[in-house]
């Protein structure tokens, strides 16, 4: 499979310089049937820098939200603007309001107090879900999703991800709003892609909130027996712990996963620890990059 990245926080030393890049993921993925998206950026810069890569995304058959943060759906509204009828997949609680909140960091009873004086805690917070205007406007397009399926032959989204393993410890940082309260997102809205061929398992994440040992977990079981020979995506290893970098390190090593492509919300210490394990078998993903796998 032919894979391109659209959008990265950053771009590679040799990209055309008309290509863009910003805080976010979108990923191409072309295959022997099937073309899709896996996610959008925040911005609709992603498209410009198709046509720039020479992709049309006219092409594809279906495009995935990993899970219901801008940087990864805030470009929907371009997308479905160039691709009409373009089938979405996302999860059914990807709309959910969501939020990045410093109100989280602090002690519950400094919390209460902010809470009974003010009735909300979104003073502290900032909106980091999807467009509901978006989401209304485009309603017909998405598909929404509760447990793991098949959607194309041998090309399948992963949900209800494990957790045998303790889950980014960034996560704390981000909650959702349940009945006017914000309270912390336990991420069952992220999703995984996973495309099985003839030799193991390629598999694509946004963030990997619930964490790359819970998500392989999940597909090992899911594909009993079929080795996972890729992952492509971020990692959300910012904050991390060295401890938790090695781990994941050795695992992948453990697995014998061939291939790590990662980058966007992985971090740089994250990802240089994780070089001094991976060796060869780790890349950076960035805008314009294009590999085969």
């Known amino acids: 499979m032919k894979i391109s990245i659209l959008i990265e926080d950053s771009k590679i030393e040799t990209a055309d310089d008309r290509l863009i890049n910003e805080f976010g993921l979108s990923v191409h993925v072309r295959t022997r049937d099937h073309e899709f998206l896996v996610d959008t950026g925040q911005s609709g810069q992603f498209v410009l820098n198709a046509g720039h890569m020479g992709i049309d995304l006219k092409k594809l058959d279906f495009a995935v939200i990993s899970h219901g943060h801008f940087d990864h759906g805030g470009g929907l509204e371009t997308l479905l603007e160039t691709v009409p009828n373009l089938p979405v997949y996302m999860h059914k609680t990807a709309e ?54 098949e959607i194309f032959d041998n090309i399948y989204l992963l949900n209800n991800i494990s957790q045998n ?119 950076k993903i960035q805008t314009g990059l294009t590999f085969d796998i």
């Open 96 to 149: 959910n309001a969501s939020y990045a909140n410093v109100a989280a960091l602090m002690p519950d009873r400094a919390g209460q107090m902010v809470f009974s004086l003010t009735g909300t805690y979104k003073l502290f917070s900032k909106f980091v879900g999807l467009n509901p205007k978006t989401l209304n406007r485009y309603a017909g397009n998405f598909h929404p999703i509760s447990q793991s399926v």
């Open 165 to 283: 393993h303790a889950r980014p410890t960034g996560n704390r940082f981000l909650q959702t709003l349940e009945d006017g309260h914000l309270v912390p997102d336990r991420f069952e809205h992220e999703i995984v892609l996973a495309v099985r061929e003839s030799d193991g398992i390629v598999l694509f994440s946004g963030c990997c909130h619930n964490g790359i040992l819970n998500v392989m977990d999940t597909a090992l079981q899911f594909f009993e027996g079929q080795p996972i020979k890729a992952v492509v995506g971020g990692f959300h290893l910012t904050p991390g712990t060295d401890p938790d970098i090695d781990r994941i390190a050795r695992e992948l090593i453990r697995h014998d996963v061939k291939s790590v492509y990662t980058g966007h919300c992985t971090g740089e210490y994250a990802y240089h620890t994780l070089k001094q394990t991976l060796k060869k078998r780790l890349k």
